[in-house]
């Protein structure tokens, strides 16, 4: 293997052509790969801030790019602060479980930051989702059972799934299990292959509220979905709790079984959509109140109008402000927001949306949207999909993992073959990247 440092260099200079010169100097600056070894690749930052945001908005990225360069797919991410020299883990992580300890690493609940119900922020948006999930708090036997939340992604899904879970292990004497759809996925896999597959039934039958965020992750796989039918069956003969989160509504989840699909559809189906401008100046000043810097309200205002299309990305535009005017002893105004924030926007003061891309797509190549997150192979809805999925990562810089959840729970490698089979089109083909060029341009227009 090379050394660290080498693969270091190799992976900020990936960074640096995705992210632009702002952003990297403000979060990998005095950043270093000091090891891997056990599954781990050890990275020391500068401070807890800059750890926060590269655990928040990087680490799916580091795990793909240090992951190729090592041949180790389930390499994990762990940073630690280097202070004058010494290395401290202030991780800001909280591994949390149902039932304290495992057998597998793999079994526990990792948290970046606690989300509390009482810290969520209601809106036209999600407050149908919001009550609802109070409601499955307040009554034993709740008149719907499950309830299902979808929405696209960073507009508070896990937020309320977790906001629960957390409620309930404070106030409540309930069993309840709060993971990932990927992470139970791994749990089954673990126990089927150690043949320890009745204890893992007795953990997750006997629950009281059982809570999976991501359940779009079980799209195809078959053997899973079964395991995950009969807990989900074994749960609600017994009149247990159950709160489901994901990216789409059960009938869009590609390659998801009927019967399945039809539970997830028995209780009550609530769409999260994104935040109105009055929701996202709520959430801006209570994510602001936490700085220990001033926010003018102008600012917040700016960001609410030029930032519309998740929650994730509000805070992530104010996160960055707030970093940069720190790091540089730096007064934030409305000058220093349009300097930052700047590189995030395109002439127009518009970003580009995954709704935009796909509006222009499925209009040049007229197929539907459910066609274009479907299963089908024919090169009428491939071809465009594989553009899609292309332009995903071009325009929004979405992991390899991102877009495949996404476009139907598609594969990693499926995704990977997608893009560089389109790229390597745009390089020999001249007429095809004047069309790629087209498209861009419209999406970066708003579709006109």
């Known amino acids: 293997m090379e050394s660290c440092s080498k693969i270091w260099d190799d992976v900020l200079q990936n960074i640096r052509g995705k992210v632009g010169p702002l952003r990297f100097n403000l979060w990998f600056k005095n950043t270093r790969l000091e090891s891997v070894d056990n599954g781990y ?3 020391t930052v500068p ?39 010494e290395g401290e ?18 079994n526990t609940v990792q948290f970046n930051r606690v989300l509390k119900l009482d ?23 709740p008149s719907f059972n499950p309830l299902f939340i979808h929405g696209t992604v960073g507009v508070g899904k896990t937020h309320i799934l977790q906001g629960v879970w957390n409620r309930v292990k404070a106030e409540q004497n309930v069993n309840a299990v709060y993971m990932s759809a990927e992470k139970w996925t791994n749990e089954y896999i673990y126990s089927l292959q150690k043949q320890k597959m009745e204890s893992f039934r007795q953990k997750y039958r006997n629950v009281d509220m059982f809570l999976i965020d991501d359940v779009h992750f079980l799209s195809n796989k078959q053997g899973v979905q079964e395991e995950f039918l009969h807990t989900f069956n074994a749960l609600y003969e017994l009149s247990k709790k159950i709160i489901l989160a994901s990216d789409a509504h059960p009938k869009m989840i590609g390659q998801l079984k009927e019967t399945l699909a039809s539970r997830f559809m028995s209780g009550m189906i609530v769409k999260i959509d994104k935040p ?9 000043r209570s994510k602001a109140a936490k700085f220990d810097v001033h926010y003018p309200e102008e600012v917040l205002e700016f960001i609410a109008d030029k930032f519309d299309d998740n929650v994730r990305e509000v805070e992530s535009a104010l996160t960055t402000l707030s970093a940069h005017a720190k790091f540089n002893e730096k007064k934030i105004n409305l000058q220093l927001a349009n300097e930052v924030l700047g590189e995030f926007l395109y002439n127009d003061g518009k970003i580009v949306k995954i709704n935009e891309i796909e509006e222009v797509v499925i209009a040049y190549f007229s197929i539907s949207r459910s066609e274009l997150h479907s299963a089908k192979k024919t090169k009428s809805v491939s071809f465009p999909r594989q553009i899609c999925m292309y332009l995903t990562k071009i325009l929004l810089n979405w992991s390899y993992q991102q877009i495949g959840n ?16 389109v790229k390597e089109q745009v390089d020999n083909d ?15 227009k708003g579709g006109k």
């Open 430 to 444: 001249a007429q095809f990247k004047v069309l790629i060029e087209m498209l861009m341009g419209k999406i970066k």
């Open 41 to 43: 690749a050890n990275i």
């Open 276 to 284: 109105d401008y009055a929701t996202r100046v709520l959430i801006l």
């Open 406 to 421: 996404y476009f139907g729970s598609k594969k990693h490698s499926t995704v990977m073959f997608a893009i560089k089979k």
């Open 119 to 141: 810290e969520f922020i209601v809106g036209p948006n999600n407050r149908l989702a919001y009550t609802a999930a109070l409601e499955m708090l307040k009554d034993k036997y």
């Open 89 to 106: 883990n202030v991780s800001t992580s909280k591994i949390l479980s149902h039932e304290g300890k495992t057998e597998s690493n793999k």
């Open 47 to 85: 401070n807890i801030f800059t750890q926060t945001w590269l655990q928040e908005n990087f680490t799916t990225i580091l795990r793909e790019d240090i992951g190729r360069l090592v041949n180790n797919g389930e390499l994990n991410i762990r940073f630690s602060v280097i202070n004058n020299g």
